[in-house]
C-alpha cells in the first residue's frame, strides 16, 4: 500500500514541480539539485527535465509493484516486509534518478 501511495505521490509531485517552479532558473529550495545541476542554467534545465522524465517512467513502475505488494498483504498478510521492500524501492529508485541523472550531465 505504501508503494502504491508513495508512486502516485512522487509523479503528482514531480509533475507539478516541474510544470511550475522548475522551468525557472537555478534554485536551492526545488528540484534536482546537486553540484553538478547547479554549474549552469544549461546544465539546470537539463537535469529537471532528465530527472522528471526518469521519475514519470518509474513511476507506473513502483505503482504496479505496489499493486502486487498490495495483493500480497491482502492474501498472505507480509505488511512488515512489505514495508520495508517499499523503502527499499524508494531508495532504489531515488538511486537510479540520481546515477542516471549525473551521468546524463557529465555529457554536457
Sequence with gaps: MITIIMAIALYIIDTLLYKTILTDKP????????????????????????????????????????????????????????????????LITVIIVYVKTENRLKKL
Design 27 to 90: 534554485n536551492y529550495f526545488a528540484g534536482y539539485r546537486t553540484p553538478r545541476s547547479l554549474q549552469s542554467e544549461r546544465h539546470w534545465q537539463l537535469a529537471q527535465e532528465y530527472s522528471t522524465k526518469l521519475i514519470q517512467k518509474l513511476c507506473p513502475i513502483l505503482l504496479i509493484i505496489g499493486i502486487i505488494q498490495l495483493l500480497i498483504e491482502i492474501t498472505i498478510g507480509y505488511e512488515e516486509q512489505s514495508s520495508i521492500a517499499s523503502v527499499i524501492l524508494l
